[in-house]
Structure formats: structure tokens, C-alpha cells
């Protein structure tokens, strides 16, 4: 054999190893499952986010995800608006807010998902919004000052935050509406991703069935 076909033959053989090696390492990746989002369950002082230092809420959030998240201030700020800012800052109660009062705080598309009764069994609706002219006029969707869980999903780069029906977490109750809530044990989950380095609403998915 020639030095000449020597050589060749082993490139081929090295070429060979290579494209083995690539391909079980694909496999292997595609093998893994997408990575779950992370749930944070935040202690008593923080849940409540009208009241709580909101530095305190952003160290918290910051410790348990690693690399940390970007613009958490802006995030908080605007989870605030949502919870407390329609009534005040001590605001504890469970409200009926105006999804159109924060158009300028939603990144579209919004998705919105509710839940029907079909033949006495549950069935989830995902409704799609592209533009502020899509909206309904009157879609609103229940709200509190206190949150229950934090979620990161980091394959989606969403944040999700659900908030408790007044009542759940120890808040009063006011008013035939926050009974029935506290009664369903309801509660509605705001989902965020970013738009420009900020944090902007992207989904809502109000939950009447019993989870507490």
C-alpha cells in the first residue's frame, strides 16, 4: 500500500469515528427530556406581593435560578400594577380587572385559555389574540395582591405567576364574589416572556377548579 492510499484510508477511518461519535451524541440529546419549569414557592412574608419588599422577592427569584433572570425589577413592578395598583397599594382583595387597562403592558401574540364543561367533563380552550383590535371588549379576568407560586420555564423563557382567589392564602374575604371564589378555591396565572429587554404580559388563564 502507498503512503498516498495509506493517508486516504485513514481520513476515511477518522471520518468514520466522527460521524459515529456525532451521531450518538444526537441521540443522546434528543434522548434527553426538555428541562421542566422550575417552581418557586415563596415564604409567607414575600406572597404578598402589595406589601413585601420587593428587593427581598427579587433576591429570592434570583438565588433559585441560576443564571439569573434579567429586568426581575421591571417584572416585579408590573406584577404589582396587575395585583395592587387598581386599588391601592394594601389592596388584599380578589378583582375583576380590565385586561384593556394594561394594553401597553402586553406582548402579542396573548394567548388566553379558558375552561368549558362539554358533556359534564372539562375541556381546555386556548384563544389567540394578535393585536389590541382582536380583544374583546369586556375580557377581564380575576386578580389578588398575593401570589402562590412562581414558575421559570427556561425553554420558553416565560415567567408564570398564579394568584390565589382571596381567602386561599389568609386574605378576607369581601362580597358574594370572593366567597364563590374562596368556595372554588380559584385562581387565575399571568404568564410573562420578554419584548425588548422588557417583561410584558403574554398570557392568562383564569382556573375555576378546585386545586387547594
Known sequence: ?????????CCALALAVLSVSGAAAAARTSAQPSP???ALLLPAELTNVCEADSQALQLAMTQHWRPSLNALD???????????D?????????HRVPLRAYESAIRYPLTWVETEMRNGRPRRVVRTYYSAAQ??????FWVGGRIDEIRYDKRLR??????????TRGAASNGAASSVAMTQCASTTLQFR???GLWLLSG?????????
Do not use: Y
Not at 1 to 9: D, G, H, I, P
Open 204 to 212: 392568562v388563564e383564569p382556573n375555576l377548579a378546585p386545586h387547594c
Open 74 to 84: 421591571q417584572w416585579t413592578q408590573l406584577v404589582r400594577s396587575f395585583a395592587c
Open 135 to 140: 380583544l374583546p371588549s369586556k375580557i377581564d
Open 36 to 38: 421542566s419549569p422550575q
Open 158 to 167: 416565560r415567567i408564570e405567576a398564579r394568584f390565589p382567589a382571596a381567602g
Open 1 to 9: 500500500m502507498t503512503v498516498l492510499a495509506r493517508s486516504a484510508l
Open 86 to 94: 387598581l386599588s391601592g397599594s394594601r389592596d388584599l382583595g380578589w
Open 194 to 196: 420578554q419584548q425588548n
